[in-house]
Nanobody
Framework: QVQLVESGGGLVQPGGSLRLDCLAA????????MGWYRQAPGEQRELVAS???????TYADSVKGRFTISRNNAKLTMSLQMNSLSPEDTAVYYC?????????????WGRGTQVTVSS
């Protein structure tokens, strides 16, 4: 089992920055995929950024150049540095771990943290 707790959300003005953190507990391997998703009201949950566990990262086109994902395998933490925020970034942000074990893919989710970008 994996438990995930997000922190760092809040209200920020357009153009501002926020850092989200995710603290994980449980059995997580370095090759597991860890990522951030977000869901705005009335929208589907979407991938924001992921650390793919193989040295590569993935970013949504809408956040490339503005957001940076980082991961510390020893501390089981993951962060998302968000710069140049716009109102379109307003959403609940979720920490995710995807594990593939014995042919089965399992997703674990945190409860989410609200990010609101508004003047």
């Amino acid at each position: 089992q994996v438990q995930l707790v997000e922190s760092g959300g809040g209200l920020v003005q357009p153009g501002g920055s926020l850092r989200l953190d995710c603290l994980a507990a449980g059995s997580i391997f370095n090759h597991d995929i860890m990522g951030w998703y977000r869901q705005a009201p009335g929208e589907q949950r979407e991938l924001v950024a992921s650390d793919n566990g193989d040295g590569s990262t993935t970013y949504a086109d809408s956040v490339k150049g503005r957001f940076t994902i980082s991961r510390n395998n020893a501390k089981l933490t993951m962060s998302l540095q968000m710069n140049s925020l716009s109102p379109e970034d307003t959403a609940v942000y979720y920490c995710n771990v995807n594990q593939f074990r014995w042919g089965v893919s399992t997703n674990y989710w945190g409860r989410g943290t609200q990010v609101t970008v508004s003047s």
